[in-house]
């Protein structure tokens, strides 16, 4: 028999033994669901006389899909309707037309929002802090952004402190957790106010925000997370009064126009300087200073431990530049700096200062242009969580003991 005769019996033999196998054994056709009543079920919905709220219920958001607001919180234009109440406010600040590399920082409050998706009011819990903020009784509401002008750096300025000044002058609704006792105990006017958590934008945004809360409390001591010391008098080349404005000066210009104690302190720093005479500068405008390398040196509880004492009983105002972390794990910032703190030792630290007197928190620079997968975001959104339960909590919490209950069988 030729090779030829062979190939054409084995394809013979195939060609009805494969038809065979598959009609009795390939596949059982009893088991499948006719194409006809897929059909009907997806056309049941629409077809039938049920809607979507009696079939399925509430059109809920998932943590990919509904409108863009801070971990899917109540969304208010807070600036346009003053009948809008709340305890904490979460209100973005898009300016970035004074830093002194790289732009983009105006997208950080979009960009803290989205990376904040995954986070909703019903899974707020978390095994560090061990409470929900959302559960405390505080009313906390997305306020949207601040439109702040793109085109003229002192209406911008303006605009923000009247805006944060509005958000201040409303009536809190009172929450038994909402700490008020703290706004009340230092407020100017014995009132309670608000709290309001800031998404910037570059630093610039704490000045007008250091003039809005002088107007309620006075000078406020300042707790700085960053990776550079924002106290400097000036550029070169700013020849006008505006131009001294930048997100490197604010500070100096806060100091100037009396708008912090004396007792404030820096987190994170490891900047390069023009030498001693920038360290003396900084002392005069009020901070002390750990440096990024303390935290191998003396640890995570005595950093703590000296920011608390620092501020003492005081009012205090947290601003944190994402740039304090490591820009291999949170890259996109407007000025990077090697060698930074982990997302996982900054949150750390921040637990470690719930009970302290705040007023507000600010968390800057985050520029998602230079983001990948959101890691930048995701890591914002996670601290202005953090924010909220430092704000709630009278005290920092407990270390988790995941060994309390375990036995030792060895």
């Keep these: 028999m030729s090779k030829l005769s062979s190939v054409a019996g084995v394809l013979f033999v195939l060609a009805n033994v494969c038809p065979i196998y598959s009609h009795r054994g390939g596949h059982d056709h009893g088991s499948q669901v006719p194409l006809a009543n897929v059909q009907d079920f997806a056309q049941a919905g629409t077809s039938g006389s049920q809607t979507w709220l009696e079939k399925y219920g509430k059109q809920i958001d998932q943590p990919f899909s509904g409108p863009l607001s801070f971990s899917h919180l109540p969304y208010a234009r807070c600036l346009e309707d003053e009948s809008v109440e709340f305890d904490i406010a979460v209100l973005g600040m898009p300016f970035d037309t004074a830093v002194t590399y790289r732009p983009g920082a105006r997208f950080g409050p979009y960009a ?51 805006a944060y000044s509005s958000l201040l002058a409303r009536s809190p609704v009172g929450g038994m957790s909402t700490r008020a006792s703290v706004t009340k105990r230092f407020a100017k006017d014995g009132q309670q106010h608000p709290r309001v958590i800031s998404l910037g934008g570059d630093h610039t945004i704490v000045l007008p925000i250091l003039r809005a809360l002088n107007k309620v409390y006075g000078p406020v001591s300042v707790i700085h997370f960053d990776a550079h010391l924002d106290t400097w008098q000036g550029y070169p080349g700013s020849v006008t009064e505006q131009s001294t404005v930048t997100h490197g000066t604010f ?20 900047t390069k300087l023009a030498g001693e005479s920038d360290l003396e500068n900084d002392a005069e405008v009020g901070f002390q200073l750990i440096s990024t390398d303390d935290i191998d040196d003396y640890g995570v509880v005595e950093i703590i431990r000296r920011i608390r004492a620092r501020v003492g009983d005081s009012p205090v105002y947290l601003s944190l530049d994402i740039d304090v972390i490591d820009p291999g794990l949170a890259p996109a910032t407007g000025t990077p700096e090697a060698g930074g703190w982990t ?3 900054v949150k750390r630290i921040l637990r470690g200062l719930a009970g302290l007197n705040f007023v507000g928190a600010d968390i800057v620079e985050v520029a998602p242009a230079y983001d990948n997968a959101e890691i930048t975001g995701i890591a914002a959104a996670d601290i202005v969580h953090d924010f909220l339960s430092m704000f709630l909590s009278s005290e920092p919490p407990k270390p988790h003991s995941p060994w309390a209950h375990a036995k030792d069988e060895l």
């Design 112 to 162: 803290i929002r989205s990376g904040s998706r995954r986070q909703r009011e019903a899974r707020g819990y978390t095994l560090a802090w061990k409470i929900n903020p959302y559960e405390l009784g505080s009313r906390i509401m997305d306020c949207g952004d601040v439109p702040v002008n793109p085109f003229d750096n002192a209406l911008a300025v303006d605009q923000m402190e009247v």
């Design 251 to 270: 500070f100096y210009l806060a100091k100037e126009e009396g708008l912090m104690t004396n007792t404030s302190i820096h987190a994170g720093i490891r």
């Design 343 to 345: 997302t996982r030792e």
